[in-house]
């Protein structure tokens, strides 16, 4: 680790990364960071730091900035030695939230030999003289934001109370008037008309969407709101007229209320959903655990085709719903078969783990994020900001190459962990055992139906000689409600 500076002085000659965010997309594409790169500039220049090209551009609120994907890249990078001090323009640039200000330093940055330090106050987060300021600035961050949180949701309510009307953005099918208040809008009143029509003559709401040409959750947004009926969500009227007739409203809340297949209800902690890294094999998609099944909730044609032949036992077939059972069975039989190769592969998995597995040179978040550049530079053709994001993502996909590879794993040791997943499996059938376990074996599970899951094998898993246990291609019957593969 390196050593900490003490003071400003001793900035001299370490290396420097950048930290910019702005609250939302909106404002960093029309504001722009110009004015912290400026102050970062100058740091740069005034202390003869070596600019490494690293740099974050966070859209976030600060609230809540410590739980985006680039707070956990560069603190990421941070742990892997690539840079000596962050700058940040602005103390509430960085965050407005206190405690995980205190956090990141103590824990994360402080312990990877990291310092920040703040353009605008000048203020290093590793000086002793400067701990009192800096809290202080983070605390007055953060009574700002609160204090702005406040005043607009005082005014939401005053303007409710006294104009009868929700205030914030207009859903679809309203807009303001010259007074800035709620008014239907007439050019979209037959298409709101229409999807409620739909809706209460029995067609689910992914079909009504399709119809009428809405987003899936615009339309389920629309389709739950009693502004549609003239009314406020505390059920007070309001001040416009209604969109569509009571009668029609409350005949969609009671057809949606009957194909509802989640109510509500807590889920039970005794079955949860081990498989958080199943995706549909065709499109990509998540699969989602809800009421027992597993589902896909905007269904592909691929992955509704491979359902199972209707028979004439009831039974789930409208593919795109399988029981949580089936998928974890898949899970077990794998295991079971993992279990019943080790003995006899211990050679095989002696020289797979002999040589330590090779780090990723590079992760689907370094592409993102190269990606967002180009669709940036489009907009603004701002060539200098590019140049400059990518040198960053060059330096990262460059520290990650060279990470050390992970130790290898003995034989005795691998063989004795794929004989004990299967009782593992087992005995973690309730409570969050199954997920973790799940998790540390599998970083994705594809699956078409029930006629065909491929599993992508953790590192972890790799080098413990699963992959050795594993053929290429296995089969395994399963069976419930018409499901088999």
């Given at each position: ?252 809340q009671a057809h949606r209320a009957r194909r509802a297949t989640n109510t509500g209800r807590p ?219």
């Amino acid at each position: 680790m390196n050593r900490l500076p003490g003071a400003i002085e001793a900035l001299a000659g370490l290396r420097a990364a950048r930290w910019i965010r702005e609250s939302t997309t909106g404002q960093f594409d029309r504001y722009g960071p110009e004015a912290q790169a400026a102050l970062q500039d100058g740091a740069v220049r005034r202390f003869g730091l070596i600019d490494t090209g690293l740099a974050w551009n966070a859209a976030h609120s600060g609230r809540t900035v410590y739980r985006s994907g680039e707070m956990v890249a560069m603190l990421g990078a941070a742990r892997a030695g690539t840079f000596d001090v962050l700058l940040v323009g602005y103390v509430s640039r960085w965050q407005r939230n206190l405690r995980r200000t205190l956090e990141l330093l103590e824990d994360d940055l402080h312990p990877a030999g990291v310092a920040v330090y703040f353009c605008d106050e000048e203020i290093l987060s590793s000086c002793e003289r400067h701990w009192d300021q800096l809290v202080d600035e983070a605390k007055d961050a953060e009574r700002y934001s609160r204090r702005l949180s406040r005043r607009i949701r005082e005014g939401y309510a005053t303007k409710r109370s006294s104009q009868r009307d929700p205030g914030g953005h207009p859903p679809f099918g309203f807009r303001r008037d010259a007074a800035k208040l709620l008014e239907p809008d007439p050019e979209a009143a037959q298409t709101v008309r229409r999807a409620f029509e739909l809706s209460a003559a029995g067609l689910s709401d992914r079909a009504v969407a399709a119809a009428v040409g809405l987003p899936l959750f615009t339309l389920r947004g629309m389709l739950t709101s009693p502004l549609y009926v003239g009314r406020l969500r505390d059920g007070t009227v309001g001040h416009w007229p209604a969109v569509v007739s009571e009668a029609l409203w409350h005949a969609v809340q009671a057809h949606r209320a009957r194909r509802a297949t989640n109510t509500g209800r807590p889920a039970d902690p005794r079955r949860p959903y081990a498989l958080a890294m199943l995706h549909c094999a065709a499109c990509g998609r998540r699969l989602t655990g809800d009421a027992g099944y597993y589902r896909h909730r905007e269904p592909c044609p691929p992955f509704v085709a491979a359902k199972p032949a209707p028979r004439r036992t009831a039974g789930r077939t409208n593919g795109h719903a399988y029981r949580m059972e089936l998928y974890e069975q898949i899970v077990e039989a794998l295991f079971e078969h993992a279990a019943v190769q080790a003995p006899t592969i211990a050679a095989v998995v002696g020289e797979l783990v002999g040589t330590p597995a090779p780090v990723r040179s590079g992760n689907a978040d370094i592409e993102r994020e190269r990606e967002r550049a180009l669709n940036r530079y489009r907009r603004d053709r701002d060539s200098e900001a590019l140049d400059r994001t990518m040198r960053a993502l060059d330096a990262r996909e460059a520290a990650l190459a060279e990470q050390k590879a992970p130790e290898a794993v003995p034989a005795a040791v691998a063989v004795r962990y794929l004989q004990e997943l299967p009782e593992t499996w087992r005995r973690a059938a309730a409570g969050d055992g199954r997920r973790m376990l799940a998790s540390a074996v599998f970083e994705r599970i594809e699956v078409l139906g029930m006629r065909e899951a491929t599993v992508h094998l953790s590192e972890h898993a790799i080098r413990h000689g699963l992959g050795a246990a594993l053929p290429a291609e296995l089969g395994i019957f399963v069976s419930g409600r018409g499901e088999r593969i």
